[in-house]
């Protein structure tokens, strides 16, 4: 008899934090990861000998009060956070700089646009006002839309009043900045198309949507709920992101959770419309009081569920769930640091140790857009790069370097199809998914596009991974592809993540909970959906 009382699916960040808290509240979770590694998505993975990656996510902060529970500084977790959050390359000039400091980034900015280094700070004090006001809303679980308690009526009123207290002009902004498209927004505040682009690019990193968009402005407001900044930014962990989910998984661990490696999982058991227990792959049966899902709402409901146990108009719902990926990961061991063609080789290389923004202008990043929306990927896409090396050589042997690029827009439905020889076909030739065919094409056009900013690129590169959205979706789990488990537009945000009825880590089915990125608040690296799961879940299970 199994003396596991709740299980979680998947050993992603916020499976494992959401496991920490169950049992810091007495009870005994167990979490079945399908790989023989945890982590999810946050892994670090060699991918060429002596070259280990972040392999499908980079960077992103977690929350601190995560840190501050866990304790995890007790695991040896070491936290990187550059001076600088960002540097926009640019091909005409020194590149664009945003530092943590805010009195050194109007600084620079001054060098390229004196107005747009004045206005940078009442840009910042603007969403640092906003983010305040809406920093409880990421703690929050969403309310019940169709019958909301007193509770949560209760919550609703104090986040009101937050607002309210923020001014007519930033509750104005507030309210238009929603449903904008981001280029709209990146316009009001500044001239230099450079950083037009650069600010505009949070709002749809991830996400199949161009900055001419509607609703790609709702992203900043997340980000600067997080942290006051709507520009994100590059927070690292040395050892890459898999030493962060092993000191959550030790964690864990010592506070009474189990975690089982190599366990896929076939179906969720449902008995009388309610969650029992979970069947492996190999047929062994987990009785369980309960079922935490941290895979993403398709998956959960489409794979997971039988389509019996839910209604047919929840089932409709779930499949116009929109997670369509757009983002492609290339990995490049590298035997020096690219030249970028700047004569201050120090500076620069502080500068190339946060994030590195590719995308010269709105224009460009629109474009880039076009081609997914046709089906087909960018021969110029936009880039979020960084080169964790730079502040942890652990990653890479003795003066080589790891770069991460994360290369939008690449469709997880790509046009066309491929054909293939297949000796285990019974037919000459078998179809193959297209992206099969054109994954090292993709590289090249990332790799290409790049070296228009560093020429000795090509001659560096000792080898190189490419992973596309249908890679990620193999390799991770990830329906569609999406780093995000969803759009994070306004339709699937806050009481519509993933679905309106759905968006309180609880779902149809009796003691089946949802705890993964597809949840409030969002997708990244915050571990925030976890905490929030939760707390629901051990609200329910001590009733």
Known sequence: ??????????????GLVAAYYLAKAGFKPLVLERRDIIGGACTTEEFHPGFRASLASSAGP??????????LHRYGLEFIQPRVRVAA???NGPPICIYEDAKGTADELAAHSKQD?????????????????????????????????KSELWGLGKLGWKIRGLGKKDEYRLLRYGPMAVADLAAEWFDNELLRALVAARGIFGAFAGPWSAGTSAPLLLQAAQSGNPIAPAAFVKGGLGALTEAIAKAATEAGAEIRRNCDIAEVQISNGRAVGVVLGDGQE??????????????????????????PSFLQKIQNYRAHGTVAKVNLALSALPDFGVSDKLKFVEQLSGRIHIGPDIDYLE????AAKYGDFSSRPYMDITIPTVMDSSLAPNGAHVMSIHAQFAPYKLNGYARVPCAASSTPE???????????????????????????????IVARHVMTPLDLENKYGLSGGHIHHGEMSLDQLFAFRPLIGCAQYRSPIENLYLCGAGTHPRGGVTGAPGLNASREVIKDMKK
């Open 367 to 370: 474009r880039a857009f076009d």
């Open 89 to 91: 390359l640019n091909l």
């Open 286 to 311: 987990l009785p369980a009081r309960a079922v935490v899902s941290n895979a993403d709402p398709k998956t959960t409901f489409l794979k997971l569920v039988d389509a019996a146990a839910l209604d």
């Open 1 to 14: 008899m199994l003396n596991r009382d709740i299980i979680i699916i998947g050993a992603g960040h916020n």
């Open 430 to 460: 078998a179809c193959v998914p297209v992206w099969d065919s054109r994954r090292e094409e993709l590289g090249d056009a990332v790799v290409n596009a790049l070296s228009d900013y560093a020429p000795n690129l090509k001659e560096s």
């Open 62 to 71: 977690l929350s601190s009060q995560i840190v501050n529970d866990l304790q």
């Open 117 to 149: 280094s004045e206005k940078y700070s009442e840009f910042l004090s603007c969403f640092n006002n906003i983010g305040r006001a809406l920093r409880p809303l990421l703690t929050m679980t969403p309310p019940n839309l169709d019958a909301p308690s």
